[in-house]
Every structure is written in structure tokens, then in C-alpha cells.
């Protein structure tokens, strides 16, 4: 039950993060690109971790396996990431951001109906103060929305959640670092494939003609420097590769539904990172929804706890 807390904080420290370390390098990679370089590398750095894992648990991965892997690496990387950076361009970056957080709220009723994990009253307590809490972050009533980057936004927040609780069925016969690793191969080589795609003449016309130019023409390993990588070791070692891992390592101790609860503290963490490092300021608004999305949280955490204390006495 600890290990379970402590890989989550782990998790929300990295994942919290990497907007924060991303504003040092903005503009300067494409962002497909880096989510090819982010993902091979996470990869590279768990691999080690993930076979070790596989000879103590006795395991090997048969084709069924693997092909699984593969579905898990389309669904959450090849394809989610993408449609999110084609709703920030449609939406702004902000509401993205709160559709995206709000991923434990679809976690939640798949792992019901996928996992038959159980949906308790705290549950519903935490999502709806984080819900709260995240849209008075945001303040989406101050934005124009754009309904096709609204749509977009939904639907790589449900391939994420799908992501999440596809991978937790895997979890306990494989463990966490093989899922993470596994399907980070799998999805790097599908986001390659497209990066190769973009370069046909007829497919970057039909990106840049509906104005999305980082799809097209999308180059590997143009505009990495010595002074930007740090930070795309950082977003990829540690973002990718050791937050994922957590992510999934966390799965092994507690509910999916529980674990997701980690993108919501995103939008109450990462304001205050940001004026830690960059300066920016904390509005009213800011800290009214950190302090519902921590009251949430402390919803779903603090009984899980005690219970948990109950079940041993």
C-alpha cells in the first residue's frame, strides 16, 4: 500500500513537471519529434529494468503478448499524443490541459466496467472537487471554444484513460516497467512510421493546408543542442521513462481509478512549479482550484489508507 503512494507521488512530481521543463525548449523541437525522441529513449532507459523483471517473474513475451503491447503502444502514444498537440492547436494549450486532467473521470467508470474495480462514494467525492477544482483553474468561460479542439481533447483524453486501464490488465502478469517499456517500443516505431509518412509531398500539403505544419515534413534530429539536452533528457529519462513507470509500478498496489488521480494534480501543482521556476503568477482563481483538488484527492487517498490499516489489524 506504500509503494503504491510512493510511486504515485513519484509519478505526479514527473508528470507535474514537464510543461514546466518543456517552456525551456519551446519552439525550438517539433513537437512530434520529441515524442518520438521522448518515448525511444523512456524505452532505451526501462529496457534493462523490464527484462530483469521478466526473468524474476518467469515470464516471456509470446506474440499475443507483444501484439497487445502494440495496441497498447498505438492507443496511448502513437495516437493520443498527436490528437493532443492537434486540440492545443485548435484550443490553446489551457483547455487542453483541463480535458486531459480530467482522464481519472473516464478511468474511473472503464475500469468498472473493463477491470470490475469498484466505484465508492470517496470516489465520486474525489472526482467531483477535482473536476471543480481543475475547470476554476482553467476558467474555460474566459475561453472561445473551439469545438473540433474540444472534440480532439476528448478524445486523446479517452485513449489515455484506455491506455491506463488497457495496460493495468497486464500489470500483474508482467509488472509495471514491462508494460512501460513494451509499449513505448511499440508506439515509438508507429510515431516513426508517421514521421516517414509526413515527408510525402501529398500528406504534408493536406497537414499544412489545414493548418497543422509541425505534421508535415517532421524532421528526427533537427534542433537538438548542448543547451536544450538536459531538458529532453529530462523530459524523456525522467518524464517518460521513470514517471510511466510509476505510473504503471503504482498499479500493482492500488485501483487504476486511484492511481489516475495523478492527472489531477497536474493543474493544481504545475502553477505553482511554474512560479517557482519561471516566475509566473498565482491568481485567486489558481489557488481556489488547487486547494478543491487537493481537498479531492485527500477524498480518495486518506480512507484508502485507513482502510488499508483496517484490513491488517
Not at 240 to 267: D, H, N, R, T, W
Request: charged content about 10%.
Amino acid at each position: 500500500m506504500k509503494k503504491g503512494y510512493l510511486y504515485i507521488a513519484v509519478a505526479v512530481v514527473m508528470f507535474t513537471s514537464f510543461e514546466v521543463a518543456l517552456k525551456f525548449i519551446a519552439g525550438q523541437i517539433n513537437p512530434i519529434q520529441l515524442t518520438l525522441c521522448r518515448f525511444t529513449i523512456g524505452f532505451g532507459f526501462l529496457l534493462p529494468v523490464a527484462l530483469r523483471s521478466l526473468k524474476k517473474r518467469g515470464e516471456f513475451l509470446d506474440a499475443g503478448s507483444m501484439a497487445y503491447f502494440a495496441l497498447l503502444g498505438l492507443t496511448g502514444i502513437a495516437l493520443c499524443m498527436p490528437i493532443l498537440q492537434m486540440a492545443v492547436n485548435y484550443t490553446g494549450s489551457s483547455v487542453s490541459a483541463l480535458m486531459f486532467s480530467c482522464n481519472p473521470v473516464f478511468v474511473a467508470f472503464l475500469a468498472f466496467f473493463l477491470l470490475k474495480e469498484p466505484i465508492k462514494p470517496r470516489h465520486i467525492a474525489a472526482l467531483s472537487l477535482e473536476i471543480i477544482g481543475t475547470v476554476v483553474i482553467i476558467s474555460p468561460w474566459n475561453t472561445k471554444l473551439n469545438m473540433t479542439g474540444v472534440l480532439l481533447a476528448l478524445l486523446s483524453t479517452v485513449m489515455f484513460s484506455m491506455y491506463g486501464v488497457m495496460g493495468k490488465k497486464k500489470v500483474a502478469q508482467f509488472g509495471g516497467a514491462v508494460v512501460t517499456c513494451f509499449s513505448f517500443l511499440f508506439g515509438s516505431l508507429i510515431v516513426l512510421a508517421f514521421i516517414l509518412i509526413s515527408h510525402i509531398p501529398a500528406v504534408a500539403q493536406m497537414f499544412q493546408g489545414i493548418g497543422l505544419d509541425s505534421f508535415a515534413n517532421i524532421p528526427v534530429f533537427a534542433g537538438y543542442t548542448l543547451e536544450n539536452l538536459p531538458y529532453v533528457l529530462f523530459v524523456s529519462v525522467g518524464v517518460a521513462g521513470i514517471g510511466f513507470c510509476a505510473y504503471f509500478l503504482a498499479m500493482e498496489y492500488q485501483p487504476a481509478s486511484v492511481v489516475s488521480l495523478v492527472y489531477f494534480f497536474k493543474p493544481a501543482l504545475s502553477p505553482v512549479l511554474a512560479w517557482a521556476v519561471h516566475g509566473e503568477e498565482i491568481s485567486l482563481n489558481m489557488l481556489a482550484g488547487v486547494l478543491l483538488i487537493v481537498a479531492g484527492s485527500l477524498c480518495a487517498i486518506i480512507p484508502g489508507i485507513i482502510e488499508a490499516k483496517g484490513i491488517k489489524a
